[in-house]
């Protein structure tokens, strides 16, 4: 697993792991204790400010393009303030601070202030403001919250979902611009609010202290409120420390654009930098044509020690990474460690992200993989060992313990330890689902060994058991393995895969494409109509050959593929077929598209490709 010329060297914890059999299910815990934690959240902002006062603990950059810096004393100074007008306005867990705009210093003071004072805080998905045109997902969130107050940065952009969704009794909370017919209040005045009993109140806060809710994604079902508390985050932190080592020997610098409506960015990375003393830098870019540029143009000016990002977003940087030798120069001068989330790096990326590292500098710099939910704030499981390669998912980190229960032909993964949730906000039906009798979360996530011989290794990811299905036959289809075998083989041209076939008695796929890289292969401009673009020589050619290559691996008639449809029409929002951070929700496209997946089965979609002995042949 060693890539020819060495490994970067990097701390890194690797836990003792005891496995057992208990009749048909397995446990696999890690046996090495977890360490002392803080009682509350907000501790290392007070113990940061002490040790290190003028260290930056965030920054982003101003409309000049200098960076805005909050240094640990400032931060805590802000959050005090912020946490007594928050205290003033009688918000609590029955009225929590909602927050629905996106990533930036405001977010971030009003976060920590809320957690200083005790009141939960729940950042909402932009995209429900900003994107979806019926405001239906934000409604039922902020249904299920109540909030008490609304942030938003920009009161003119976020007019409409405020007009829809804003409750009458809400105080309105803007960074800028102004909202007609309702008055609100600056964030700036916040900041003026006299600091009177905060800091006793803050006394009072413990590990049971709601500290934010967070929604899950809704890629198999509607968003729930996913309680976090003080202990939770405090907890997973620690986790996540004695598996960074390194992060306690220097202070981590992180450059991140990962939304914090989402554990990955919102938990894990700017936990990650405060838990350890490190500083935060606010990347407005994101892994889009339009947006990479700003994410570029930060990472030739600052040099991350641990770098996150999705999928899409290393392959992207990757391809910068290639023809940019001082974005080489800086982006490798002290980076340790890759972590991909939200979905699997193929292995493609994965080699190419590594030849690149070991042209430059030598090195390879270690991939790190694991496995997280919302639910458990958000990590269980990470690959420390020598064990170094796409879909591994590694051994429970010091805390977490697994359970593996058996589920059709698989193992569903069940955790429990003092990083997973006490339940769903409002929901004691879907709170007791969640959970078995003996008190483990129930993931639906599926999990085998990578070495059925020697379980103490530890796991790979082996898809979503809500999503797998059985043909007409009889025949299981496992629908992750093969949705992730379409997204790599079909890179760059493949976004996402929906797999078919409930019921029927072959395999098929409905393909939503990245246009921007099938406009290049087709020859055609940037506006050139997608249905255009799916029906060219060029295209069609391509889905054809991976059509053939996908089946050429093909073990039987659970893994072949009779029929693939490019879709020219993109995934909703709206619609719930997209979560909002780009997932794909398999039943939601399903249920919408019921017809078009009848017209691929029998023939009568217009742009579908059919495998058959002899190659392809399309129907037109």
């Known amino acids: 697993m060693q890539p020819e010329g060495g490994r970067r060297p990097v701390l890194l914890g690797n836990p003792e792991i005891r496995a057992w059999r208990d009749g048909d299910a397995w446990h696999v815990d890690a046996v090495t204790p977890l360490g002392p934690l803080p009682r509350r959240w907000t501790d290392r902002l007070v113990s940061g400010a002490a040790a290190h006062p003028g260290r930056t603990l965030v920054a982003r950059r101003g409309a000049d393009g200098d960076w805005i810096r909050i240094g ?51 950042p909402v998905s932009p995209a429900y403001s900003l994107v979806a045109t019926d405001y239906g997902k934000l409604r039922d969130l902020v249904g299920q919250l109540t909030p008490g107050a609304v942030y938003v940065a920009d009161a003119r952009a976020f007019a409409p979902a405020l007009y829809a969704v804003l409750p009458p009794d809400a105080e309105l ?43 899950t994604s809704g890629s198999t079902k509607k968003p729930k409120a996913v309680v976090t508390t003080h202990g939770m985050l405090v907890a997973n932190q620690q986790m996540l420390l004695q598996t960074f080592p390194f992060c306690g020997e220097a202070p981590p610098v ?70 940019d030798a001082d974005l080489r120069t800086t982006f490798f001068s002290r980076v340790k460690l890759f972590l991909c989330a939200g979905a699997g790096l193929s292995q493609a990326a994965w080699d190419r992200l590594d030849a690149v590292a070991l042209a430059h500098c030598g090195e390879s710099i270690r991939i790190m993989t694991g496995l997280g939910m919302t639910e458990t704030s958000p990590s269980c499981t990470f690959g420390t060992g020598d064990v170094v390669r796409a879909g591994y998912v590694g051994v429970p980190a010091p805390g977490c313990r697994v359970k593996l229960v058996p589920a059709g032909d698989k193992f569903e993964a069940c955790f429990a330890g003092p ?60 629908v992750g393995p093969l949705r992730a075998r379409v997204i790599s083989q079909g890179a760059p041209y493949v976004m996402d895969a929906v797999v078919t076939g409930l ?118």
């Open 72 to 122: 640990y004393a400032d931060m805590l100074r802000r959050a005090r303030h912020i946490g007594q007008a928050l205290l003033d306005r009688g918000l609590s867990a029955e009225r929590p601070l909602a927050i629905l705009s996106g990533n930036d210093l405001e977010h971030y003071q009003l976060a920590l202030g809320a957690a200083y004072a005790g009141i939960p805080f729940a």
């Open 173 to 215: 909370i803007v960074g800028a611009g102004e909202y007609a017919g309702r008055a609100a209040t600056s964030f700036a005045s916040l900041l003026d609010t006299p600091v009177r009993d905060v800091d006793a109140v803050n006394d009072a806060v413990g590990p049971d202290t709601i500290l934010k809710f967070l929604f």
């Open 254 to 323: 992180l450059v991140d654009w990962l939304p914090w409506n989402h554990c990955f960015g919102g938990s894990h990375n700017v936990g990650l930098a405060l838990y350890n003393g490190g500083t935060l830098y606010l990347d407005d870019g994101k892994p889009t044509p339009k947006e990479f540029g700003q994410t570029l143009d930060n990472l030739r000016e600052i040099a991350p020690t641990v770098y996150f990002n999705v999928p899409k977003g290393f392959e992207m940087l990757t391809d910068a990474l290639e023809r």
């Open 419 to 478: 990083h997973v949730m006490p339940g769903y906000w409002r929901a004691p039906g879907l709170t007791a689902e969640a959970f078995d009798a003996d008190g483990y979360y129930r993931t639906g996530d599926a999990l085998r060994f990578y070495d059925p011989a020697r379980p103490e290794l530890g796991f790979v990811f082996d898809g979503r058991i809500a999503e797998d299905f059985k043909l007409s036959t009889g025949t299981f289809v496992s």
């Open 503 to 620: 019921n029927r008695a072959t395999v098929g796929l409905l393909v939503f494409p990245r246009m921007e890289h099938c406009r290049v292969l087709a020859g055609l401009p940037a506006d050139a109509d997608a249905a255009r673009v799916l029906a060219s020589p060029p295209v069609r050619a391509m889905f054809a050959r991976l059509l053939r290559d996908l089946n050429a691996g093909a073990s039987g008639s659970s893994t072949r593929i009779e029929r693939l449809l490019p879709l020219a029409e993109p995934p909703s929002i709206d619609q719930r077929e997209l979560t909002d951070k780009g997932s794909i929700n398999q039943a939601a496209v399903l249920a919408r598209r019921a017809g078009l997946v009848d017209d691929l089965y029998a023939d009568r979609a217009d742009l579908a490709i059919r495998a058959d002995e002899g190659g392809t042949r399309t129907t037109t």
